[in-house]
């Protein structure tokens, strides 16, 4: 059993999921467990950042309107757009990156389509 999403943004486990939200969270500048609301903390979220419709969002249900597909890919973009050479990254690292195209591709498809990304 695992998280799937619609567009072919995800489709993994609900653990590596949120292995990969906690490095996004660490590569734009903060920690998300036991620090962010919802995530054991108590920061407040800031609901303007790029980021937040995606690392704030539930893990297993709801969706991601177009307008926030839009800010996610801009988010992930920002994270893609530093990544290292292929040769100066680990193994996870690298599968990391590829997450971040795939979810991309998924939210692009999406936007393109003017439908939101469903979480099942």
């Excluded at 996870?92 to 393109?112: N, T």
């Amino acid at each position: 059993m695992g998280l799937n999403t619609t567009h072919g943004a995800w489709d993994a486990s609900y653990s590596t999921f949120q292995e990969w939200r906690e490095w996004l969270a660490n590569k734009a500048g903060f920690k998300l467990r036991n620090n962010m609301v919802g995530f054991g903390g108590d920061t407040e979220w800031d609901e303007s950042a790029d980021y937040y419709p995606l690392l704030s969002h539930s893990d297993c249900d709801g969706e991601l309107t177009p307008l926030e597909c839009s800010r996610t890919v801009k988010f992930l973009s920002s994270i893609t757009e530093k990544k290292p050479t292929d040769k100066d990254l680990s193994f996870a690292e690298k599968f990391q990156y590829q997450r971040c195209e795939r979810f991309i591709k998924g939210c692009e498809k999406a936007i393109e389509n003017k439908q939101s990304i469903l979480f099942q």
